[in-house]
Antibody, heavy 121, light 110 residues
Framework: QVQLQQSGPGLVKPSQTLSLTCAISGDSVSSNSAAWNWIRQSPSRGLEWLGRTYYRSKWYNDYAVSVKSRITINPDTSKNQFSLQLNSVTPEDTAVYYC???????????WGQGTLVTVSS | QSALTQPPSVSGSPGQSVTISCTGTSSDIGTYNRVSWYQQPPGTAPKLMIYEVSNRPSGVPDRFSGSMSGNTASLTISGLQAEDEADYYCSFYISSSTFVFGTGTKVTVL
């Protein structure tokens, strides 16, 4: 059973960078079958997939078109975790952010507990 | 492909069956078996209930079932129980840079 534990600040100022980390237990970030995702949820936008990282003999990243110019997702093999960085945030980026593991690239099998991130000065 | 359309709410009495629809604007949704369903009780993270249209992960009760007709996927809860009260979302994987979620349906057990 994969468990995901999120950490990171709950308040970010406009124009700054949102950073979250997701620690993995029960699997490896370097798994050749899993994908490691970030998803957010807000009343105005609903559930929104942001992007993922996965390893298939080398590392790959896929990002949603809506955030592609501002997002970076990185694996950390030494700590068995992965991270989200979202640059130049605005109040519209206020949401609950989730990390999620997919046993295939087409679904989300396990989720983190969620982190409410508020963008405000 | 814009957001998948779901009814805002459905309700039923304990023991009854309810069905939630999920309609896409693209014919792709009916072409590939990439539809999943998630249950989200208030204040908690979503939980995978159905994947690849009709498959249940280990531990999900068999009263939850999924199907597809044309460009509409459906989730049916048979023998509704109080613990099934939650929001339900469908999702569809289109391509490497596109996942689409449904608008969400609140299931109320009367």
């Amino acid at each position: 059973q994969v468990q995901l534990q999120q950490s990171g600040p709950g308040l970010v100022k406009p124009s700054q960078t949102l950073s979250l980390t997701c620690a993995i237990s029960g699997d490896s970030v370097s798994s050749n079958s899993a994908a490691w995702n970030w998803i957010r949820q807000s009343p105005s936008r609903g559930l929104e997939w942001l992007g993922r990282t996965y390893y298939r003999s080398k590392w790959y990243n896929d990002y949603a078109v809506s955030v592609k110019s501002r997002i970076t997702i990185n694996p950390d093999t030494s700590k068995n975790q992965f991270s989200l960085q979202l640059n130049s945030v605005t109040p519209e980026d206020t949401a609950v952010y989730y990390c999620a593991m997919g046993a295939t690239r087409a679904r989300f099998d396990s989720w983190g507990q969620g982190t409410l991130v508020t963008v405000s000065s | 492909q814009s957001a998948l359309t779901q009814p805002p709410s459905v309700s039923g009495s304990p023991g009854q069956s309810v069905t939630i629809s999920c309609t896409g604007t693209s014919s792709d949704i009916g072409t590939y078996n990439r539809v999943s369903w998630y249950q989200q009780p208030p204040g908690t993270a979503p939980k995978l209930m159905i994947y690849e249209v009709s498959n249940r992960p280990s531990g999900v009760p068999d009263r939850f079932s999924g199907s597809m007709s044309g460009n509409t996927a459906s989730l049916t809860i048979s023998g509704l129980q109080a613990e099934d009260e939650a929001d339900y979302y469908c999702s569809f994987y289109i391509s490497s840079s596109t996942f689409v979620f449904g608008t969400g349906t609140k299931v109320t057990v009367l």
